[in-house]
């Protein structure tokens, strides 16, 4: 089973700045199959990326999704208040199940 | 619009059986993805537990193979998860989702009902 770690943990920055949010892979993900989502408090995931690159229907662009291989990563131009959350990546590029990551806190500084 | 709804009890017994229905609407489960469900436990990730096509194939996290069953009623257009021999580790919020089986987002969840939580006490 692929095992994914997201770094930072927390990341602490104020509306208006860019965020870069890691997730590393324990071992290669193949045709990059790594999805993103979003999750408020209280509320489901919302998926965001997939495909490493591919924003969902209704993301904004100011999101964006890179990487490959073990290394992947999500940035957020330039935060909105509605963007602090909790960021998990996912991986599909193997038989089930597809694990996610541990989460990383995105917070307002 | 896809919508999708869990039921079940919030409230399990330690060793008793777990039982939660997904109701969708806004599709016909018969027309294809496979359907899911994950947990997340108070504060913690996501666990990805299992997943279900129409047809009935289906495919189950390893490490909780052997306590649960996924199963699909195409008459009401809901599917249903069973998890045996319950523990407080067993706590979380469970979440059902549809899960693309083919293009560019197969293997994610793009469409989640809202959770519900149960909590597994005497």
């Known amino acids: 089973e692929i095992v994914l770690t997201q770094s930072p943990g927390t990341l602490s920055l104020s509306p208006g700045e860019r965020a870069t949010l890691s997730c590393r892979a324990s071992?290669?993900?193949?045709?990059?199959?790594l999805a993103w989502y979003q999750q408020k408090p209280g509320q489901a995931p919302r998926l965001l990326i997939y495909?490493?690159?591919s924003r969902a229907t209704g993301i904004p662009d100011r999101f964006s999704g890179s990487g490959s291989g073990t290394d992947f990563t999500l940035t957020i131009s330039r935060l909105e208040p509605e963007d602090f959350a909790v960021y998990y990546c996912q991986q599909y590029g193997s038989s089930p199940p597809y694990s996610f990551g541990q989460g990383t806190k995105l917070e307002i500084k | 619009q896809v919508q999708l709804q869990e039921s079940g009890p919030g409230l399990v017994k330690p060793s008793e059986t777990l039982s939660l229905t997904c109701a969708v609407s806004g599709y016909s489960i018969s027309s294809g993805f496979y359907w899911g469900w994950i947990r997340q436990p108070p504060g913690e990730g996501l666990e990805w537990i299992a997943i279900i096509h129409h047809s009935a194939n289906t495919y189950y996290n390893p490490s909780l193979k052997s306590r649960v069953t996924i199963s699909v009623d195409t008459s009401k257009n809901q599917f249903s998860l069973k998890l045996s021999s319950v523990t407080a580790a067993d706590t979380a919020v469970y979440y059902c989702?549809?899960?693309?089986?083919?293009?560019?987002?197969?293997?994610?969840?793009?469409?989640w009902g809202q959770g519900t939580l149960v909590t597994v006490s005497s």
């Open positions: 495909g490493a690159s």
């Open positions: 989702a549809r899960h693309p089986w083919t293009g560019a987002a197969a293997g994610t969840f793009d469409y």
């Open positions: 071992q290669s993900v193949s045709s990059s199959y």
